[in-house]
T-cell receptor, first 113, second 114 residues
Framework: AQSVTQLGSHVSVSEGALVLLRCNYS??????LFWYVQYPNQGLQLLLK??????LVKGINGFEAEFKKSETSFHLTKPSAHMSDAAEYFC???????????FGTGTRLTIIP | DGGITQSPKYLFRKEGQNVTLSCEQN?????MYWYRQDPGQGLRLIYY???????QKGDIAEGYSVSREKKESFPLTVTSAQKNPTAFYLC?????????????FGQGTRLTVV
C-alpha cells in the first residue's frame, strides 16, 4: 500500500531562515506526490505537485520540492521563511492509475520573529 | 466560480443520532473523497468514489456510509455506530487526467457530539 511519512510533527524556524519539511513515500513505482497547506479551520490548498514531468517542482508562495527516487523523498523547501508561512503542511501520495489519495500526519510550521 | 461546497460548517449531534454531511462540487470531477481530521493524526481517508454509483472504503470506513447518485454530490452519513465522531471532516474532488491530478478541498465541517 502507498503511504507517506512526514518527519517532525512540529518545525520552528526564524523569519528569513530556510524552511525544510520532510516527506518520504513508500511505493514500488514513483507515484504522484503533493504538498498541501492548511490554515486554521480551513480546507487544504495545493502548494505543488509531482507528476513525473520534472524532478524539481516549483509551487506557490516561493515553495519548491525535489523528487528523489533513490531516497524515496519529496522534501518541501523555501529559502526564506515569512511570518505568513505559519500553517500546517501535508504531504500526500496517489498511485498512478488509482484515485486513492493518502496523506501524511502533517507538520506544523511555526515562524519565530 | 467552480469549487466544492460543504455544509453545514458546524454541526452538533446528540449521541445515538445519525447525521449527514453535504458535499457538492461543480468542477465536473469524477473522483470524490471524504477525510476525517483529528489533531496529530493528519487526514485519514473514510471513503472515496471514482465514478457515479461506485465507491470504495478508505482506511477508517467503520461507522460511516456514503452514496454517489450524482456526479456532483457525495454525502457522508455519520451513523450511531461511529463511537467517536467528533472531528473535522473534509470533502475533496479530483479529475482523473494524467496531469490534472490534484484534489480540491472544501472548507470542512466541524462535527461535535453533545
Amino acid at each position: 500500500a502507498q503511504s507517506v511519512t512526514q518527519l517532525g510533527s512540529h518545525v520552528s524556524v526564524s523569519e528569513g531562515a530556510l524552511v525544510l519539511l520532510r516527506c518520504n513515500y513508500s511505493s514500488s513505482v514513483p507515484p504522484y506526490l503533493f504538498w498541501y497547506v492548511q490554515y486554521p479551520n480551513q480546507g487544504l490548498q495545493l502548494l505543488l505537485k509531482y507528476t513525473s514531468a520534472a524532478t524539481l517542482v516549483k509551487g506557490i508562495n516561493g515553495f519548491e520540492a525535489e523528487f528523489k527516487k533513490s531516497e524515496t523523498s519529496f522534501h518541501l523547501t523555501k529559502p526564506s521563511a515569512h511570518m505568513s508561512d505559519a500553517a500546517e503542511y501535508f504531504c500526500a501520495v496517489r498511485p498512478f492509475g488509482n484515485e486513492k489519495l493518502t496523506f501524511g500526519t502533517g507538520t506544523r510550521l511555526t515562524i519565530i520573529p | 466560480d467552480g469549487g466544492i461546497t460543504q455544509s453545514p460548517k458546524y454541526l452538533f449531534r446528540k449521541e445515538g443520532q445519525n447525521v449527514t454531511l453535504s458535499c457538492e462540487q461543480n468542477l465536473n470531477h469524477d473522483a470524490m473523497y471524504w477525510y476525517r481530521q483529528d489533531p496529530g493524526q493528519g487526514l485519514r481517508l473514510i471513503y472515496y468514489s471514482q465514478i457515479v454509483n461506485d465507491f470504495q472504503k478508505g482506511d477508517i470506513a467503520e461507522g460511516y456510509s456514503v452514496s454517489r447518485e450524482k456526479k456532483e454530490s457525495f454525502p457522508l452519513t455519520v451513523t450511531s455506530a461511529q463511537k467517536n465522531p467528533t472531528a473535522f471532516y473534509l470533502c475533496a474532488s479530483s479529475s482523473q487526467g494524467r496531469l490534472n491530478t490534484e484534489a480540491f478541498f472544501g472548507q470542512g465541517t466541524r462535527l461535535t457530539v453533545v
